[in-house]
Nanobody, 124 residues
Framework: QVSVVETGGGSVQPGGSLRLSCAVS??????VAWFRRAPGQGRAGVAG?????????DYASTVKGRFIISRDLASNMYYLQMNDLKPQDTAIYYC??????????????????WGQGTLVTVSS
């Protein structure tokens, strides 16, 4: 069984930054994606990182240029650095992992292993 645990959510003012962390076990080379569920909306893909040596990434247009997804394989950790946060980024953020190759990583149906979610609130 794969364990996925997110941390790092919180409250921040518009224009601020937060870094979400995702701890995954057991150790393996996973493709990972971050999804979010805004109030009253369904869950949507935000950023994905392929399990490839070139660390290919994919971003939703709403966050491209502001969010950065990364990994540290030595510690089995995955991250979402969120910069220039906006009120519309307010959501519960979920980390999802699986042993995937190719295809879009912004589709939640592709992932079997999910964290419990962490709340990010952007408000002045």
């Amino acid at each position: 069984q794969v364990s996925v645990v997110e941390t790092g959510g919180g409250s921040v003012q518009p224009g601020g930054s937060l870094r979400l962390s995702c701890a995954v076990s057991p150790a393996d080379l996973y493709s990972v994606a971050w999804f979010r569920r805004a109030p009253g909306q369904g869950r949507a893909g935000v950023a994905g990182l392929y399990a490839t040596t070139d660390e290919r990434t994919d971003y939703a247009s709403t966050v491209k240029g502001r969010f950065i997804i990364s990994r540290d394989l030595a510690s089995n950790m995955y991250y979402l650095q969120m910069n220039d946060l906006k009120p519309q980024d307010t959501a519960i953020y979920y980390c999802a992992v699986d042993r995937l190759t190719g295809g879009s990583l912004l589709l939640e149906s592709r992932f079997r292993y999910w964290g419990q979610g962490t709340l990010v609130t952007v408000s002045s």
